[in-house]
């Protein structure tokens, strides 16, 4: 199965900050079906992104997906009070579909 | 618009069986696969299969021996049994359209084991 691996763990940053999180993985993602998704405690996931770089409906542009093949990246340009959370990515080209352990973005 | 319902027994004992069922309303079955996906504190996010209309299935490895997924288009129905359940399988589960966790999906069940 693909391994996905986020870094960092943790991130610590202010709002208004820009922030890009790492997906890396074991072996290429096959079509680049590369998935973001936010989750704040208690709430269900949230997709962001899909295909890699697809904003899904309702998305602020400040949200931007990249990458291929391996390395994926999500930046978000300017932090919002809101928009920390724990952060996964998933692959979802290959099965088993395979999601990361996820980023923890806490304000400092 | 389609929404996804789902229900079934949110506390059980271990090695009891878990079954969730998932109804499509507004729309049907057909041209998708439709997944189960769950949330654990220790094990995040996991993919557990999914199933078409036909009944053709895919399961997660990790899972495999221990899961079966049907569908009864009949009820727009699909449905999800876990055996043998221990306390790693306590989590938040979720029926979706596709694979991705994005409506329609269903409201997610808690099962406590």
């Known amino acids: 199965e693909i391994v996905l691996t986020q870094s960092p763990g943790t991130l610590s940053l202010s709002p208004g900050e820009r922030v890009t999180l790492s997906c890396g993985a074991s072996?290429?993602?096959?079509?680049?079906?590369l998935a973001w998704y936010q989750q704040k405690p208690g709430q269900a996931p949230r997709l962001l992104i899909y295909?890699?770089?697809t904003r899904a409906t309702d998305i602020p542009d400040r949200f931007s997906g990249s990458g291929s093949g391996t390395d994926f990246t999500l930046t978000i340009s300017r932090l919002e009070p809101e928009d920390f959370a724990v952060y996964y990515c998933?692959?979802?080209?290959?099965?088993?579909?395979?999601f990361g352990q996820g980023t923890r973005l806490e304000i400092k | 618009q389609v929404q996804l319902q789902q229900w079934g027994a949110g506390l059980l004992k271990p090695s009891e069986t878990l079954s969730l069922t998932c109804g499509v309303n507004?729309?049907?079955?057909?041209?998708?696969?439709w997944s189960w996906i769950r949330q654990s504190p220790g094990k995040g996010l996991e993919w557990i299969g999914e199933?078409?209309?036909?009944?053709?299935?895919h399961y997660n490895p990790s899972l495999k021996s221990r899961v079966t997924m049907s569908v009864d288009t009949s009820k727009s129905q699909f449905s999800l049994i876990l055996t043998s359940v221990t306390a790693a399988d306590t989590a938040v589960y979720y029926c979706?359209?596709?694979?991705?966790?994005?409506?329609?999906w269903g409201q997610g069940t808690l099962v406590t084991v």
């Open positions: 998933q692959q979802y080209g290959t099965l088993p579909i395979t």
């Open positions: 072996q290429s993602v096959s079509g680049d079906y």
């Open positions: 199933i078409n209309h036909s009944g053709i299935t």
């Open positions: 295909g890699a770089s």
């Open positions: 507004g729309g049907s079955l057909s041209n998708y696969y």
């Open positions: 979706t359209r596709g694979v991705l966790l994005r409506p329609p």
